[in-house]
């Protein structure tokens, strides 16, 4: 098993678990970029290295920023990490990190147990990558396009305002 | 150690050693410059030319008192400038210099850059955020804006030399340049491009994050010493770097005619570029914030979109006939 697929997935869990476990958003944050960019290092080690690039520049680059961007705006201070603190009881983590534990352990006996398959060797470049998804994964890229499109329209919804009209026959028409 | 080892070492820290020298050169080149174009002196007094200003300059930043704000958050505080200068110095390693001049040829040397460089936003947001400062903070969230909106059409202007090289690795799109210089064929995403890199490196007329007029310094009000001119070294190495990205993409890297070597040529066009950013900065006033952000989605966006079908359109044509 190669050395490098190792550390970048066990930084990744640990990474991860940190990320879950903080109560201050912005640290919560970044350990999640930390885990995205050891997920990218597992995928460049296991041969994609195309989806790997996307990885950083969508996942790590685009969407934590824009989440960032959002706890910007809020400006949560000390009484969020309080509220944190309080929702992230015991009682509340307990089921989520018995099953976590069990995935973890599976994890564990499958890289002691030399029974896996050898790592693929073959790259698969940015070529295969487009011929996939535009031939047999067609339906799932048109799919998650009407996603994005149903949340650019309720995204418009939101933020559409009426404007405050003087005029007494006016007063009813939105813009 | 064997021979290609040590090429490679010694390949690998020149790179770094020059751009580590040249990076605060260009803070007395840009003086310089700046007064010749605003028909004044600039720094001339210290050593030839004022050069050893810069050493004074690096002086001055290293004994500054280095003050932590006791309203910051200090971890993040201090990750933040160390972060523009690692992602900053990380992308280089994709540049091909001259032929064998390269850090490491990944094939997908063009994405690297991308990824490396929507990375260096994180140095503003959490830059201005862990300063608990609202002018930091209001330069931070402009940053963070203009970053990931200037990015899109990074990538799309980009998109159509790859469409014509077939690789994301830039050595195949240099040796693509051998007969004629993309600058050519793709010249809208050149001026694409450009500006989209200009804001990249939050440099004027697009230095909305620290606009010193309205935001004090923005991102950067609460830092001082070495930790601010980690942000200064990384945005001067940005500036290198948006300019060795044009010279490889669209102005044929390393080819010219042969009177030269390879390298030199390379650093002319690099160098030519860096006058370029310097005179923008000499002569453009700065866009207010939504015009900016206009500009950006209603102008730029639909004109990558376009050179992006038009240039896919006639490869396939010329490809079937």
């Known amino acids: ?175 | 150690m064997d021979d290609a080892t040590i090429s490679h070492l010694l390949i690998t820290f020149g790179v770094l050693a020059g751009l580590l020298l040249v990076a605060p050169g260009l803070i007395w080149l840009e003086r310089r410059l700046l007064a010749l174009w605003q028909d004044r002196y600039g720094p001339n007094r210290a050593g030839p030319f004022g050069l050893l200003v810069v050493l004074a300059d690096t002086l001055k930043l290293f004994f500054k008192e280095d003050w932590i704000p006791p309203f910051a958050d200090k971890k993040v505080f201090v990750l933040a400038p160390a972060i523009v200068v690692i992602t900053v110095l990380l992308s280089f390693v994709v540049i091909p210099f001259a032929p064998g001049i390269i850090v490491a040829d990944m094939n997908i040397g063009l994405l690297f850059f991308l990824a490396m460089s929507s990375m260096g936003a994180y140095s503003i947001i959490l830059g201005g955020w862990s300063s608990n400062n609202k002018y930091a903070l209001l330069g931070s969230m402009r940053g963070a804006a203009q970053l990931i909106s200037y990015e899109v059409f990074m990538g799309l202007s980009l998109m159509g030399v790859v469409l014509m090289t077939g690789s994301f690795s830039l050595i195949d799109i240099v040796e693509a340049q051998r007969y004629q210089w993309f600058i050519v064929p793709q010249f809208l995403g050149f001026v694409i491009f450009l500006i989209a890199g200009i804001a990249e490196t939050h440099r004027l007329p697009f230095d909305i994050p620290e606009a010193e007029s309205e935001l004090i310094a923005g991102f950067h009000s609460e830092y001082s010493g070495m930790k601010f001119g980690l942000f200064f070294v990384g945005e001067y190495i940005g500036i290198m770097l948006i300019s060795s990205m044009v010279t490889v993409l669209f102005l044929g890297g390393w080819y010219g005619p042969s009177f030269l070597p390879p390298l030199a040529w390379f650093i002319i066009k690099m160098f030519g570029f860096i006058f370029f950013f310097i005179l923008l900065r000499a002569s453009l006033p700065r866009p207010r914030y939504d015009q900016l952000m206009e500009f950006g989605w209603k102008i730029l966006l639909p004109l990558s979109l376009l050179n992006l079908v038009v240039t896919g359109g006639i490869i396939l044509w010329m490809n079937t006939h």
């Open chain 1, 1 to 175: 098993m190669n050395i490098t697929f190792i550390i970048a997935s066990f930084v990744a869990v640990l990474a991860t678990i940190m990320a879950i476990t903080r109560y201050n958003l912005i640290h919560a944050l970044l350990y999640l970029v930390i885990s995205f960019l050891s997920i990218a290092i597992v995928f460049f080690v296991l041969g994609a290295p195309f989806v790997a690039a996307l990885e950083i520049i969508v996942y790590a680059g685009a969407i934590v920023v824009l989440i960032i961007f959002v706890i910007m705006m809020l400006n949560l201070k000390e009484e969020s990490v309080e509220q944190e603190r309080i929702w992230f009881s015991r009682k509340v983590i307990l089921g989520p990190s018995i099953l976590s534990i069990v995935l973890l352990g599976e994890l564990i006996y499958i890289l002691l147990s030399h029974e896996t398959t050898a790592l693929t060797t073959q790259a698969v470049d940015a070529k295969s990558v487009g011929l996939s998804l535009y031939g047999p994964y067609i339906i799932g890229v048109e799919l998650s396009g009407l996603l994005l499109m149903s949340g650019v329209v309720g995204a418009y919804h939101l933020g559409r305002q009426k404007k405050k009209v003087q005029h007494r026959f006016l007063e009813n028409q939105t813009t």
